[in-house]
């Protein structure tokens, strides 16, 4: 049964960074390009970044541009995203998610979805 997990989140101060993981198993996503969402109390979930499958493009929401980095290990079946000077405004449960083909940007064509993992930062 193909999962993705996800790890890292935490509480941190404005400014500071985390890493999460996101943790691929039961089948290989090496084919499947991988992205991260958010979803904060309240709003709708939306775009972060997100990676083709050979780890050539990535794709990111304007408002972490500059200080998110998404990246993949396809031989580890990992992905991560490195989030540096982090802002109260990032305060959401983040979900790592999969899909076959289709635009980057828009939940609705990932197939597979972590469960999520929060990240709260304080001011």
């Known amino acids: 049964q193909a999962q993705l997990v996800e790890s890292g989140g935490g509480l941190v101060q404005a400014g500071g960074s985390l890493r999460l993981s996101c943790a691929a198993s039961?089948?290989?996503?090496?084919?499947?390009?991988m992205g991260w969402f958010r979803q904060a109390p309240g709003k709708e979930r939306e775009f972060v970044a997100a990676?083709?499958?050979?780890?050539?493009?990535?794709y990111y929401a304007d408002s972490v541009k500059g200080r998110f980095t998404i990246s993949r290990d396809n031989a580890k079946n990992m992905v991560y995203l490195q989030m540096n000077s982090l802002k109260p405004e990032d305060t959401a449960v983040y979900y790592c998610?999969?899909?076959?083909?289709?635009?980057?940007?828009?939940?609705?064509?990932?197939?597979?979805w972590g469960q999520g993992t929060q990240v709260t930062v304080s001011s």
């Open positions: 998610a999969a899909q076959p083909r289709g635009s980057y940007y828009y939940p609705q064509v990932y197939t597979y």
């Open positions: 039961g089948r290989t996503f090496n084919g499947y390009a």
């Open positions: 990676i083709n499958w050979s780890g050539g493009s990535t």
